[in-house]
């Protein structure tokens, strides 16, 4: 394997900022949603795209008056990090290489069949992702029975920033990486935002 000593001389991780920042809305105001981009322009290095990830930190607000979600409500997303993104485009000199839209959806029905029980209680949490269990029951109470449910409440209630990566390699394009490493590329990335988290 191409990823492991002696064919492996080092691997460091790198930092790719998008071009326009995501800024945090004020309170009664919505957060941009669509046009967020990023390019890796670098052709003198080959890059581990089946291990890269996308990091994440946000915060959940009641799009009523922005202010925290209450510690008392059932409100939390269901699909992990993964609800955060609604499409995605990846281009290599202007050519679409991947495009997938609402690919949420397909990531959390795949997530579903892929993830063993040991990895979602372990690994899959760095992902917000904490799976549902029983029936729908208030998140408050002490008896919860969902504690999928009531674990990512508690992580996101009251304003708590949540740290969570997206790795790329549950989106097909990247997934089909495992084996093998692209030739230097120059990569642009578009990413819509998901206008309400599901």
Same mark, same amino acid.
């Given at each position: 394997? *191409?990823?492991?000593?002696?064919?492996?001389?080092?691997?460091?991780?790198?930092?790719?900022?998008?071009?326009?920042?995501?800024?945090?809305?004020?309170?009664?105001?919505?957060?941009?949603?669509?046009?967020?981009?990023?390019?890796?322009?670098?052709?003198?290095? *080959?890059?581990?795209?089946?291990?890269?990830?996308?990091?994440?930190?946000?915060?959940?607000?009641?799009?009523?008056?922005?202010?925290?979600?209450?510690?008392?409500?059932?409100? &939390?997303?269901?699909?992990?990090?993964?609800?955060?993104?609604?499409?995605?485009?990846?281009?290599?000199?202007?050519?679409?290489?991947?495009?997938?839209?609402?690919?949420?959806?397909?990531?959390?029905?795949?997530?579903?069949?892929?993830?063993?029980?040991?990895?979602?209680?372990?690994?899959?949490?760095?992902? *917000?992702?904490?799976?549902?269990?029983?029936?729908?029951?208030?998140?408050?109470?002490?008896?919860?029975?969902?504690?999928?449910?009531?674990?990512? &409440?508690?992580?996101?209630?009251?304003?708590?920033?949540?740290?969570?990566?997206?790795?790329?390699?549950?989106?097909?394009? *990247?997934?089909?990486?495992?084996?093998?490493?692209?030739?230097?590329?120059?990569?642009?990335?578009?990413?819509?935002?998901?206008?309400?988290?599901?």
């Amino acid at each position: 394997m *191409f990823r492991t000593p002696p064919y492996l001389e080092k691997t460091t991780y790198i930092r790719v900022d998008l071009d326009t920042a995501l800024d945090v809305p004020g309170n009664n105001s919505t957060q941009k949603k669509m046009g967020y981009k990023f390019a890796l322009k670098d052709r003198d290095n *080959f890059y581990d795209w089946y291990n890269a990830y996308f990091r994440v930190d946000f915060d959940l607000e009641d799009t009523a008056n922005g202010g925290d979600i209450a510690e008392d409500t059932r409100l &939390a997303p269901i699909n992990g990090s993964f609800s955060l993104i609604k499409s995605l485009v990846v281009k290599s000199s202007g050519k679409k290489l991947y495009e997938a839209n609402n690919i949420h959806k397909v990531v959390f029905i795949k997530n579903l069949l892929d993830f063993s029980d040991d990895f979602s209680r372990s690994v899959a949490k760095n992902y *917000f992702w904490h799976l549902d269990n029983a029936d729908d029951t208030v998140v408050a109470e002490a008896t919860v029975k969902n504690t999928g449910m009531r674990s990512r &409440a508690i992580l996101s209630d009251q304003g708590k920033t949540v740290h969570s990566i997206i790795p790329l390699n549950r989106y097909s394009f *990247f997934e089909s990486l495992s084996d093998r490493l692209l030739p230097p590329l120059h990569f642009e990335f578009e990413i819509n935002l998901q206008t309400i988290m599901k």
